[in-house]
Every structure is written in C-alpha cells, then in structure tokens.
C-alpha cells in the first residue's frame, strides 16, 4: 500500500504565512535589520495606517504589511535618503502614494520635499495623509514637467514610474530646472539603459549607477542611478 502525502490546507498554509509576518513595525525593522529614530517610527506607523485605509478604497499600494513595507518602501528610502544632501529641495515624481517622497520627509526633516502625482484621486489621498501626520510637504495634482515650468528642484526623485528613455523624453526641455534625477531601480535597470542607448538618448543625459543593494526576496539587486544633463554625456554614462 503507498502512503498518501499530506499537504496542509489553503486555510492552514495562510495561517502558517500569517503567523510569519510581523505584527508590528518595530518587529519589521528588527527583522529586516533597519533602524530609525524613535521619533520618526511613530510618525512611520501612523502613516501606514493612513497608507493602508486609503488603500481599502483604491489602488496605491501592494504593499499593505510591515514586512513589504520595510523590505521594500522602507528601505529602498533610507538608502536613496543617504545620497541626497542636506537643505535641497526634492520633488518626487509620480509619488503614488507616497513613496519615496512622504517617507523622505519623515526621514530627512532638513529636505524640503514636494510631491507630483498625476493622477487627481491618488493626489487628493496622498495630500490627505500629509495633513494627517501635519508635514510640510505640498502636493501637485500635474505631471512633473508642468511644475517644472516654475520651479526648480536640486533633485528629483522616483520609484517605479517609468523606463529610462522614457523619463529622459520627459524632461528632455526642463534639465535647467533640474539639478539631478535619482532613479531607485530593479534588475532590469540594466536592459532599460540599452534601450535608452539605443534611443539616442544617452547623448543628452550622462546615467551612473551610484548605489547596489540586496532587497530581501530577490535573487538580484536593486539600485539608485544618478541621471544628469551632460554635453558629454556618452562619455559619462557608465555602470
């Protein structure tokens, strides 16, 4: 007689899977070996909570427990947060719900950090959970390249809004109102850059690859590319 395997039920495989995740995000941090200030983990937790109830009613995140959001949002922001200098103003392009960008703020008081979102529903919850943790952080309703019509931003910053050509296209006629654009990036960076190449457009915009690290989950990692307006652009593109 062959013995019949046993598999745990979907119920108990979701139980087991939920037993694992953090209920709390000191117990995240602690997991993933990340750290913040006592003061800001309390201002971070609150705006999980504003995050996630906002999330029950639309689409911002996939994000929506501690684990992925310190292994991810988290982190990907503390270390984009190390490369940004002190006192500049930083616009976060297409911010969703609010990542990296209100997280930056949280993080990083001395930056003076505004928000662009395109899409009106996703900017009126963003400017809604600023109001609640009381940041100075203004919230645009426009494309970015609007804004950049009147003001200029040491940096910009984004988080998967778009392939590389594309982002060059974008600000193709605003590099003047733009000290730098910061790019957290997976894996496919790599074949994004080609493409980019191809396209031409890595004669107008120098791109270097100025941080590399794990994200837990993934076999490859992610990273932060620094894209600036160079004349001699193809020169100063490297990896």
């Not at 733009?178 to 190449?197: F, H």
């Amino acid at each position: 007689m062959v013995a019949q395997e046993s598999y745990p039920s979907p119920t108990l495989r979701a139980n087991r899977v939920s037993e694992n995740r953090s209920a709390t995000l000191e117990e995240a941090l602690q997991k993933f070996s990340q750290q913040v200030p006592a003061e800001q983990l309390e201002q971070l937790d609150r705006y999980c909570q504003l995050l996630w109830d906002w999330n029950s009613r639309m689409n911002l995140t996939r994000h929506t427990d501690y684990d992925l959001f310190v292994s991810r949002d988290l982190l990907d922001t503390l270390r984009l947060a190390t490369h940004l200098r002190a006192d500049t103003d930083v616009l976060d392009v297409g911010t969703g719900g609010g990542v990296p960008g209100v997280l930056l703020a949280i993080l990083r008081p001395d930056l003076r950090v505004s928000l662009a979102e395109s899409v009106g529903k996703k900017a009126k919850a963003v400017d809604d959970i600023v109001g609640q943790l009381d940041l100075p952080v203004p919230v645009y309703a426009a494309r970015a390249e609007s804004i950049l019509d009147d003001f200029r931003f040491d940096t910009l910053v984004a988080r998967a809004v778009g392939p590389l050509w594309k982002m060059m296209k974008w600000f193709e006629d605003h590099w003047a109102s733009i000290g730098e654009l910061l790019l957290i990036k997976g894996p496919g960076w790599v074949d994004e850059r080609a493409e980019a190449r191809h396209r031409g457009w890595t004669k107008q915009v120098a791109l270097r690859k100025i941080d590399s690290y794990p994200t837990p989950g993934r076999d490859q990692d992610s990273v932060i590319l620094r894209l600036v307006f160079s004349a001699t652009a193809e020169r100063e593109t490297l990896e």
